[in-house]
């Protein structure tokens, strides 16, 4: 017995070019720069801001990443790279590889307590929010104070429950039920949003990330 999933989203239009996001809204925010005249670089760096409110897993700024840019009139290719970074005094002995996968989003190989996935220890310096400003910098035009706007907006309205956001909080319960912060934030009572308990404007209050 098996399920099929038909998913489809409606498309947000803009003069002078195309965005391709995971999610309409930040895709608009995008969208809407390059309305008002700024460059790829420019609606690149917005969509991904603001993909870090409206869709928080793996896409946070707490992150790291990696960017290609290539310019269309003479067809030279830029690389940034601002993956995170592990703290110069770990060691390797305090993760120890057991038997298995993590059954995580990257299939790593299992780590005893999950310690480079969840908790304090799995903490890296990011390098999300210095890489998408120097991409800015190097190849924008617009700010980066006019580039996190959009992303501020959405947070003082709080993060949209939808069944995909709600599916997303079930995936990871666990570890965020670790911890008070986590747990207070995104569950109800120690477990995820149930579809049935949301409706039209339904969000999670994120006022701090504001």
Known sequence: MGEHWNVQKGERRSAGGLVACQNWMAAESGADVLSRGGNAMDAAVTTALTLSVVEPWLSGVGGGGFLLRADGQDGRVDTLDFNVRSSRNIDPAEYPVVAGRDGDWFDWPQVRDDRNLIGYSSI?????????????????????????????????????LDWFTVLCLAIDTEGLARFPASSQLFLKDGRAPRVQEIGPGSTIPMPRKA
């Open 124 to 160: 890296c310096l990011p390098g999300a929010i210095a890489g998408l400003s120097e991409a800015l910098e190097r190849f924008g035009t617009i700010s980066f104070a006019e580039a996190l706007q959009p992303a501020i907006e959405h947070a003082r309205r709080g993060l949209a």
